[in-house]
């Protein structure tokens, strides 16, 4: 009867674990920055954080006109690196990255 009682309770444990979040720093980004994302997003989001080693921002995805990154293709980048085991994934980076408006300009997030 115990080991039954045991099961259930690692069962229980299971269907309540936290979904699984990762910070990938793209590019230089300043330790206390994705440290203080982490923590903002377990306390307000209730979920378990993992900061993934730094990457450097996909060539494929700068926009030399413009002298920054294709958000676009950084998501993409992140879809297809991050392993499946996370929930979501955040990237994070201080260099420029602009996304498409609806007329097919670029515009820049900030």
């Keep these: 009867m115990k080991n039954l009682l045991l099961l259930l309770a690692l069962a229980a444990g299971a269907l309540r674990a936290e979904p699984l979040v990762a910070i990938q720093p793209l590019g230089a980004v300043e330790k206390s920055v ?3 994302a982490a923590r903002e997003i377990r306390e307000f989001y209730a979920v378990e954080v993992e900061i993934l080693p730094a990457k450097p921002l996909p060539k494929a995805a700068y926009y030399k006109p413009r002298d920054r990154y ?3 293709d950084v998501i993409d980048f992140l879809a297809e690196k991050t392993p499946e085991k ?5 990237g994070l980076t201080a260099a420029d990255i602009s996304a498409m408006r609806d007329d097919g300009a670029l515009r820049q997030i900030e």
């Design 34 to 36: 994705i440290d203080a």
């Design 70 to 72: 294709k958000a676009d």
């Design 86 to 90: 996370f929930a979501k994934v955040l």
